[in-house]
């Protein structure tokens, strides 16, 4: 993203916008600038999210990532502008590169695993993430920070009667107003309609036809300006066919059957929840979510569907209504239907999946959905249990770990509370994650330890059935442990169950007290934290088992990062603070503090965007579909803020104090944050009330934005009171600003907000901000 507290904001200081006449053949480029930008980086971000398994937590790397390149484009390759004399030609050619760079980096993210010898469906780790996401970005990014120093100063070359800072100014306006129009067409005008190489492709031919009225600029002659416009005429004359003759679609599906192997590709979707995609093996079909796999058919794994079928049924003394959430198709639904249940409802975490699960089943299995009580809820599993009063014998969760926030709002203690409502006397919720008969490492017996102490915190009886898939059955008004093997053989024997698996001995063997004792022993000795929907301790200890399978370099440092306190985070701020303060009569504390300040401002502004994401994933679940108003948002955000501030310059007599007064807005808006997800929130949801309020998520990300982009043009003109450097000075406030924003996308959405919660994320900014803002006051006296 073009994040606009960063590597543009140092443009907007000092802005004046005189009413001088801004040239029509340079508007509509900057326009389709931040068009272009905009789009890409929601293709890219999109497309990055499958390759990581649909890890929203990997955002704050990808978004971190594209702001430091964006960052380095602007500043340095900026540079070159400034010793080319023509500079219409050079614009061209950054902009020819970031056209040609962005099907590259497409067709990278799609293939990068297989580059490196990941194998489908193989995870990768955190650092991977980030060294992955850095190569696949950097030729789009850079160029596109290039773009933005390149466009102001061929502006100022076209304008030559308008001063710096204006025009500076005016290719910021024009470039925020691409990039809004960008994020809300991509959503509602591309992204329902076309594939994300079509969308790429027309964002190049769009590029390439500015190109070509570039070239109309003068100057118009030389050799070397006559070869840029065949090159550029070549380019969009082949741009065209690829995207009109079909070849667009070869292109897609070549990139797809790159990401998958030998895998036979014969279905791939974006849905709002995430990517959907089909694979054949003979007479199989698996199908996949965010790239894992969640169902088989026409054959599935018999063991899994039997066990996760037939024990719950069978510790219940008489089922009748089931509620199925996630994986009931496949042979679930037919197990579960040889009980003596009148009722099975199924709803899918995806409803797409349901949808193509319709065409690519056999008659046999689209004959489970349509027996008698068989009812399909086309709707999130967790949004129909807030909308139904209905009351079952059993509800059973087929999602087997919660390796993401779309996941983990199954596995949390609110949710827990909410499927406990639902059940009737004797009821029975199943939940099921991996395991292990033989060994068990430390991160195994963390993410199992965190959801069983969740559930004992919600249900009065748990019991867990060990195995290479371990079975945990709550009740609260059922003694589980009072279901003894026996009573078990006595149902199957009495319902008279045609099964291949389920017989007296596996019973006796699976329910084993010795191998249940083990297990339970073993999960006990370890500290571990409650699961929650804000706080999501399940996806950290579900990322350090992931990341001890694939990234086993970062496995001690995930350990080390398992118990942190918020008390150490308050006392090393309060520290920070001793620190500082006992500076407050060097000569360079006024400096420091406002550098403080606008670092603290820049962490803050990207756990802002983040906490939002991260929130709107918990209430909602599809943030891949919305992901891009939420960034457009916080865009628009900073551009008002920064703007507002800069057409108020000249009326600002107290910057200072106007200054502080933005820090204190910050605060207040770190502390408001949570009272918003974790009181208000929740209250309406309990209520019933939800959908109506999605636009006050759009809202508080326009907020936060505003508060980060109103800071840095305010910040110069403080700065250079103690400064006669201009250059130095602003490259030193934009890189101070640019870190803070790096450190708050990797620090967020790795560390931060999976460990510590949304709640005391939100309090490490207010102590942040907090020890910024009493620095700035100890040394105001010095400006």
């Given at each position: 993203?073009?994040?606009?507290?960063?590597?543009?904001?140092?443009?907007m200081?000092?802005?004046?916008l005189?009413?001088?006449h801004f040239?029509k053949?340079f508007t509509?480029?900057?326009l389709v600038?931040?068009?272009?930008?905009?789009?890409?980086q929601?293709?890219l971000?999109?497309e990055?999210l499958v390759?990581?398994?649909?890890?929203?937590l990997?955002?704050?790397?990808?978004?971190?990532?594209?702001l430091?390149?964006?960052?380095?484009?602007?500043y340095?390759?900026?540079k070159?502008i400034?010793?080319?004399?023509?500079?219409?030609?050079?614009?061209?050619?950054?902009q020819?590169i970031?056209?040609?760079?962005l099907?590259?980096a497409l067709?990278l993210t799609?293939?990068?695993?297989v580059?490196?010898?990941f194998?489908?469906?193989?995870?990768?780790?955190?650092?991977q993430?980030?060294?992955?996401?850095?190569?696949?970005?950097?030729p789009?990014?850079?160029s596109?920070?290039?773009?933005?120093?390149f466009?102001c100063?061929?502006?100022?070359?076209?304008?030559?009667?308008?001063?710096?800072?204006?025009?500076?100014g005016?290719?910021?306006i024009?470039?925020?107003l691409?990039?809004?129009?960008?994020?809300i067409?991509?959503?509602?005008?591309?992204l329902?309609?076309?594939h994300?190489?079509?969308?790429a492709?027309?964002?190049?031919?769009?590029n390439?036809?500015?190109?070509?009225?570039?070239?109309?600029l003068?100057?118009k002659?030389?050799?070397?300006?006559?070869?840029?416009?065949?090159?550029?005429l070549?380019?969009l004359?082949?741009a065209?066919?690829?995207?009109?003759?079909?070849?667009?679609?070869?292109?897609?599906?070549?990139?797809?059957?790159?990401?998958w192997?030998?895998?036979d590709v014969?279905?791939?979707e974006?849905?709002p929840?995430?990517?959907?995609?089909?694979?054949?093996?003979?007479?199989?079909?698996?199908?996949?979510?965010?790239?894992?796999?969640?169902?088989?058919?026409?054959?599935?794994?018999i063991?899994?569907v039997?066990?996760?079928?037939?024990?719950?049924l069978?510790?219940?003394?008489?089922?009748e209504?089931?509620?199925?959430?996630?994986?009931?198709?496949?042979?679930?639904?037919?197990?579960?239907?040889?009980?003596?249940?009148?009722?099975?409802d199924?709803?899918?975490?995806?409803?797409?999946?349901l949808?193509?699960l319709?065409?690519?089943?056999p008659?046999?299995?689209?004959?489970?959905?349509?027996?008698p009580g068989?009812?399909?809820?086309y709707?999130?599993?967790?949004?129909?249990?807030?909308?139904?009063?209905?009351?079952?014998?059993?509800?059973?969760?087929g999602?087997?770990n919660?390796n993401d926030?779309q996941?983990?709002?199954?596995?949390?203690?609110?949710?827990f509370t909410?499927?406990?409502?639902?059940?009737?006397?004797?009821g029975?919720?199943?939940?099921?994650?991996?395991?292990?008969?033989?060994?068990?490492?430390?991160?195994?017996k963390?993410?199992?330890g965190c959801?069983?102490?969740?559930?004992?915190?919600?249900?009065?009886?748990?019991?867990i059935?060990p195995?290479?898939?371990?079975?945990f059955?709550?009740?609260?008004?059922l003694?589980?442990a009072s279901v003894?093997?026996?009573?078990?053989?006595?149902?199957?024997?009495?319902r008279?169950l045609?099964v291949?698996?389920?017989?007296?001995?596996?019973?006796?063997?699976r329910?084993?007290?010795?191998?249940?004792?083990?297990?339970?022993?073993?999960i006990?000795?370890?500290?571990?934290?409650?699961?929650?929907?804000?706080?999501?301790?399940?996806?950290?200890?579900?990322?350090?088992?992931?990341?001890?399978?694939?990234?086993?370099?970062?496995?001690?440092?995930?350990s080390r990062?398992?118990?942190?306190?918020?008390l150490t985070?308050?006392?090393?701020?309060?520290?920070?603070?001793?620190?500082?303060?006992?500076?407050?009569?060097?000569?360079n504390?006024?400096?420091?503090?406002l550098s403080?300040?606008?670092?603290?401002?820049?962490f803050?502004g990207?756990?802002?965007d983040?906490?939002v994401?991260?929130?709107f994933?918990?209430v909602?679940?599809?943030?891949?579909h919305?992901?891009?108003?939420?960034?457009?948002?916080?865009m628009?955000?900073?551009?008002?803020?920064g703007?507002?501030?800069t057409?108020?310059?000249?009326?600002?007599?107290r910057?200072?104090?106007?200054?502080?007064s933005?820090?204190?807005?910050?605060?207040?808006?770190?502390?408001l944050?949570?009272?918003?997800?974790?009181?208000?929130?929740?209250?309406w949801?309990?209520m019933?009330?939800?959908?109506?309020?999605?636009?006050?998520?759009y809202?508080?990300?326009?907020t936060?934005?505003?508060?980060?982009?109103?800071?840095?043009?305010?910040?110069?003109?403080?700065?250079?009171?103690?400064s006669?450097?201009?250059?130095?000075?602003v490259?030193?406030?934009?890189?101070?600003?640019?870190?803070?924003?790096?450190?708050?996308?990797?620090?967020?959405g790795?560390?931060?907000l999976?460990?510590l919660?949304?709640?005391?994320t939100?309090?490490?900014?207010?102590?942040?901000?907090l020890?910024?803002?009493?620095l700035?006051?100890f040394?105001?006296?010095?400006?």
């Amino acid at each position: 993203m073009s994040l606009l507290w960063g590597s543009h904001s140092r443009h907007m200081a000092g802005l004046k916008l005189p009413c001088t006449h801004f040239k029509k053949s340079f508007t509509f480029p900057l326009l389709v600038m931040g068009f272009s930008g905009m789009v890409a980086q929601i293709i890219l971000l999109r497309e990055l999210l499958v390759t990581f398994f649909g890890n929203e937590l990997s955002i704050g790397i990808i978004l971190a990532n594209w702001l430091i390149l964006e960052a380095i484009g602007s500043y340095f390759l900026g540079k070159i502008i400034e010793h080319i004399e023509d500079k219409v030609r050079l614009f061209i050619t950054a902009q020819l590169i970031f056209s040609l760079s962005l099907p590259f980096a497409l067709y990278l993210t799609r293939v990068i695993k297989v580059i490196f010898g990941f194998s489908p469906g193989q995870g990768v780790g955190a650092l991977q993430m980030i060294l992955f996401s850095l190569a696949i970005l950097l030729p789009v990014s850079l160029s596109h920070g290039a773009l933005f120093t390149f466009g102001c100063r061929l502006h100022l070359h076209l304008n030559n009667s308008e001063s710096p800072s204006a025009g500076a100014g005016r290719v910021y306006i024009l470039e925020i107003l691409g990039t809004v129009l960008g994020g809300i067409a991509f959503t509602y005008a591309l992204l329902p309609f076309f594939h994300s190489f079509q969308i790429a492709f027309g964002v190049v031919l769009l590029n390439l036809f500015v190109c070509l009225l570039l070239l109309k600029l003068p100057p118009k002659s030389g050799l070397s300006g006559k070869i840029l416009s065949i090159f550029t005429l070549a380019l969009l004359c082949l741009a065209a066919y690829i995207t009109f003759s079909g070849q667009v679609e070869i292109l897609h599906w070549n990139s797809i059957k790159k990401q998958w192997g030998k895998l036979d590709v014969v279905y791939y979707e974006n849905s709002p929840f995430g990517n959907i995609a089909v694979t054949k093996r003979e007479n199989q079909y698996d199908f996949y979510s965010d790239g894992l796999p969640i169902i088989t058919i026409p054959t599935p794994d018999i063991a899994f569907v039997e066990d996760f079928a037939h024990f719950p049924l069978l510790f219940h003394p008489g089922p009748e209504e089931v509620l199925v959430i996630s994986g009931g198709a496949g042979g679930i639904i037919r197990e579960i239907s040889k009980h003596p249940v009148k009722s099975i409802d199924y709803a899918e975490l995806d409803p797409l999946i349901l949808k193509v699960l319709a065409e690519f089943s056999p008659t046999r299995i689209k004959a489970e959905w349509q027996r008698p009580g068989v009812h399909i809820r086309y709707l999130d599993g967790r949004h129909y249990l807030n909308k139904t009063n209905r009351r079952y014998d059993l509800i059973l969760i087929g999602l087997g770990n919660p390796n993401d926030l779309q996941t983990n709002r199954f596995f949390t203690i609110e949710f827990f509370t909410l499927a406990k409502a639902r059940l009737k006397e004797q009821g029975i919720l199943l939940i099921n994650l991996p395991g292990s008969l033989t060994y068990l490492s430390e991160e195994l017996k963390k993410l199992n330890g965190c959801i069983w102490k969740t559930l004992k915190e919600v249900y009065k009886y748990v019991k867990i059935i060990p195995g290479e898939t371990n079975l945990f059955l709550a009740s609260d008004t059922l003694d589980l442990a009072s279901v003894t093997a026996d009573k078990l053989n006595q149902r199957l024997a009495h319902r008279k169950l045609e099964v291949n698996l389920i017989t007296p001995f596996y019973i006796n063997y699976r329910l084993d007290e010795r191998r249940r004792s083990w297990f339970i022993n073993s999960i006990k000795e370890t500290v571990i934290r409650l699961n929650r929907d804000y706080r999501p301790s399940g996806v950290f200890y579900s990322l350090s088992l992931w990341n001890a399978q694939f990234s086993p370099k970062l496995q001690k440092l995930f350990s080390r990062l398992d118990e942190p306190k918020t008390l150490t985070f308050i006392f090393l701020c309060l520290t920070f603070i001793f620190i500082f303060t006992a500076r407050v009569f060097s000569k360079n504390m006024p400096k420091i503090s406002l550098s403080l300040c606008l670092a603290t401002t820049g962490f803050s502004g990207m756990l802002f965007d983040l906490v939002v994401v991260f929130a709107f994933q918990v209430v909602f679940g599809y943030i891949y579909h919305r992901i891009g108003l939420i960034i457009t948002a916080f865009m628009m955000g900073t551009g008002l803020g920064g703007l507002a501030i800069t057409l108020c310059m000249e009326k600002i007599k107290r910057e200072l104090l106007t200054f502080l007064s933005l820090e204190a807005g910050l605060i207040l808006f770190s502390i408001l944050l949570p009272v918003i997800f974790l009181k208000i929130i929740p209250s309406w949801q309990v209520m019933g009330i939800l959908f109506p309020f999605e636009p006050l998520f759009y809202l508080l990300s326009l907020t936060g934005g505003i508060l980060v982009g109103a800071e840095f043009p305010l910040a110069v003109k403080i700065f250079l009171k103690k400064s006669t450097n201009f250059s130095r000075s602003v490259g030193l406030l934009n890189a101070l600003d640019l870190t803070g924003g790096w450190l708050g996308g990797i620090l967020g959405g790795v560390v931060l907000l999976p460990i510590l919660g949304l709640g005391q994320t939100c309090l490490v900014l207010v102590m942040l901000k907090l020890t910024a803002f009493i620095l700035l006051i100890f040394s105001s006296k010095r400006y």
